[in-house]
């Protein structure tokens, strides 16, 4: 199983900043099968990146994801203040998806 | 409205079982394959299973595998997920999250529901 280590686990920072979310995977991943989501607390995840790079319907173009291999990122590039969440990356392996363990992204 | 409704969650004893429903609204369901994914409280994501759109492919997270068991009913745009044997680390949030597409590369989360709390205690 391809386990995600996501870095840092929380990231403090100002709005206006910008947020660069590391995932870093135990093998190498296809970036078709690599994926972001946002989490506020007390509501469902949602979609921002699939395929590695590219953005969901209705995401803001201040989120981008790059990457290959195993190294993959999450840049938000000028945060506002509804972006402080957690964030999750996701993979799909053979027959299982596995997540990362989260960042949260605080308001420093 | 596009969504995704979990229902029947609450609380369980340690050993026993409990049927979640996912009820899909405002999109065909039927041509998408569907997962439902968990959190416990204050904890991370986990995947738990997914089927296909014809339910001929199941797949089960190792956790749960021999206890859960997932099913749809393409007639009711539903999902369900049989849990039996449950256990304290089976306490989370279970949500049910559609899969983008059915194209090879469609194997992300593109909507979730708001999640059914499921409480395994004595």
């Known amino acids: 199983e391809i386990v995600l280590t996501q870095s840092p686990g929380t990231l403090s920072l100002s709005p206006g900043e910008r947020a660069t979310l590391s995932c870093r995977a135990s093998q190498s991943v296809s970036s078709s099968y690599l994926a972001w989501y946002q989490q506020i607390p007390g509501q469902a995840p949602r979609l921002l990146i699939y395929g590695a790079s590219s953005r969901a319907t209705g995401i803001p173009d201040r989120f981008s994801g790059s990457g290959s291999g195993t190294d993959f990122t999450l840049t938000i590039s000028r945060l506002e203040p509804e972006d402080f969440a957690v964030y999750y990356c996701?993979?799909?392996?053979?027959?299982?998806?596995?997540f990362g363990q989260g960042t949260k992204l605080e308001i420093k | 409205e596009v969504q995704l409704v979990e229902s029947g969650g609450g609380l369980v004893q340690p050993g026993g079982s409990l049927r979640l429903s996912c009820a899909a609204a405002g999109f065909t369901s039927s041509i998408y394959g569907m997962n439902w994914v968990r959190q416990a409280p204050g904890k991370g994501l986990e995947w738990v299973s997914y089927i296909s759109s014809s339910s001929t492919t199941i797949y089960y997270a190792d956790s749960v595998k021999g206890r859960f068991t997932i099913s749809r009913d393409n007639a009711k745009n539903s999902l369900d997920l049989q849990m039996n044997s449950l256990r304290a680390e089976d306490t989370a949030v279970y949500f049910c999250?559609?899969?983008?597409?059915?194209?090879?590369?469609?194997?992300?989360?593109?909507?979730w529901g708001r999640g059914t709390l499921v409480t395994v205690s004595s």
């Open positions: 999250a559609k899969r983008g597409s059915s194209s090879s590369t469609g194997r992300y989360f593109d909507l």
């Open positions: 996701q993979q799909y392996g053979t027959s299982s998806y596995t």
